[in-house]
């Protein structure tokens, strides 16, 4: 495969998709990006970003060579389609394919010669073969020979400094032997990693579930012994960090406020229910949705036990959230368990005001001094380097109270200068 002559077209630019794109114009294929969100296409073409990601950021350069488009007809001459729409679920959890099936019924509309069609969204066991493949063959398309219809898996950690799309070891599946050939050689020349062909595209779809649902049981797991050892007065960290000094048999996951980003809380139910259609009950992994989905509710009522402390009502109380992303030092709100915890405490009567340093537009103020000086209590919500060692500041405006949500501040400091603490799962 020489890639100076190979085409690859992504579409969807999100937060897998564009730095999918900048690896493979890097890599010296001649590459287009796809995506229907004209404003972000827009931002592409001016060089910017449409989100904060490293990996973008260090090639911003390339970003602006990087051709993008809204037309779905651009990727009719390509050889490599790649699909990174997102794959979400509703309000009561059921997973939602139409962004996929619109992408493929697009690129059906718009298919080339031979094409090698990759679906790197995450999706269930089955979709391939059961729903992608007969939307081809209602055009008479036969997967083979007028097509290749594979899959890989996305893997993508935002703002990890080490592994990134460029690096992380991936799968891949194909629904005949001459796409998982071409798949897997096109992907051994775009990621520097080693390439597992798996069995069956079906084996491939379950892949990034299991991983995520792995994921999703232990922090479970964890998130519960927190709630088990806040009774016990025992910390749970501090058990979790003595586990974790046997070198085998054991993986060490902490509790938190809440998971959130579009893999833990949404990948589960994607096997939770195409298990269901076949007839088969996840009781363990519904179990662990269930105490995951319960965090933030938990963490109002840590800080209402808090309150309690000190003979303060949560209600009209002044309640400062620091962060709303789901992860450190990224601007990614997807899923993240911040709106649950402020949906909670305006339940309850709180009177909320927010800050996003890595997006500013979403915060209820400006800066970090600006929500202290309308706060009596604190919830952290996301462990931002910017909210790191800043108890003294917390003293100097006069907070009464901090519930730690994950963790990550130092809480001997805050109990000295006087600030009720509670983390989860440690006092």
């Known amino acids: 495969m020489n890639q100076n002559e190979m085409k690859v077209g992504v579409v969807g630019l999100g937060y897998v998709g564009l730095p999918l794109a900048l690896r493979s114009l890097e890599k010296d294929f001649d590459t287009i990006g796809v995506d229907l969100d004209k404003n972000k296409i827009k931002k592409i073409k001016a060089g910017k970003s449409p989100f904060l990601e490293d990996f973008i950021e260090e090639r911003i350069n390339l970003l602006k060579k990087l051709p993008v488009s809204s037309d779905m007809a ?65 055009k008479n398309l036969v997967e083979g020979k007028d097509y290749f219809l594979a899959h890989c898996p996305e893997r993508i950690d935002p703002g990890n400094k080490k592994w990134n799309v460029s690096n992380i070891p991936r799968v891949v599946g194909s629904m005949s032997k001459k796409g998982l050939q071409k798949a897997q050689e096109f992907y051994e020349i775009l990621i520097d990693g080693p390439i597992k062909p798996m069995k069956s595209i079906r084996a491939t779809e379950a892949v990034k579930v299991v991983e995520n649902s792995f994921r999703d049981v232990n922090i479970a797991f964890v998130n519960e012994l927190a709630q088990s050892f806040d009774r016990m007065g025992i910390d749970v960290k501090d058990v979790i960090d003595g586990a974790a000094t046997k070198p085998f048999a054991f993986m060490a996951h902490y509790p938190s406020r809440g998971v959130g980003g579009h893999c833990i809380p949404v990948d589960p139910y994607y096997l939770i229910e195409e298990a269901k259609r076949k007839g088969f009950d996840h009781r363990f992994l519904n179990a662990a949705r269930k105490i995951n989905n319960f965090m933030p509710i938990y963490t109002v009522k ?94 100097k405006f006069g907070i009464k109270a901090i519930v730690d949500g994950v963790n990550c501040l130092d809480d001997e400091k805050i109990k000295k200068l006087g600030i009720e603490y509670h983390g989860i799962g440690r006092k």
């Open 74 to 138: 651009t990727i009719k001459e390509v050889d490599v389609i790649i699909i990174c729409v997102p794959t979400p679920i509703d309000k009561s959890y059921y997973p939602n394919l139409k962004p996929l099936q619109d992408a493929v019924q697009s690129v059906i509309n718009n298919l080339g010669q031979k094409q090698l069609i990759i679906v790197e969204s995450t999706i269930n066991p089955g979709v391939c073969e059961e729903v992608l493949e007969p939307m081809f063959a209602e």
């Open 302 to 395: 840590i800080l209402q036990d808090t309150l309690n402390n000190i003979e303060m009502p949560l209600k009209n109380t002044q309640v400062g959230v620091l962060g709303l992303s789901y992860k450190a030092n990224i601007d990614d709100l997807r899923e993240s368990p911040a709106f649950k915890i402020i949906d909670e405490l305006k339940t309850k009567g709180a009177q909320v005001t927010t800050f996003e340093p890595y997006a500013k537009e979403k915060s209820d103020v400006a800066s970090l001094e600006e929500l202290l000086e309308k706060s009596e209590v604190l919830i952290l919500v996301t462990n931002h380097k910017d909210f790191l060692g800043k108890e003294d500041l917390f003293k």
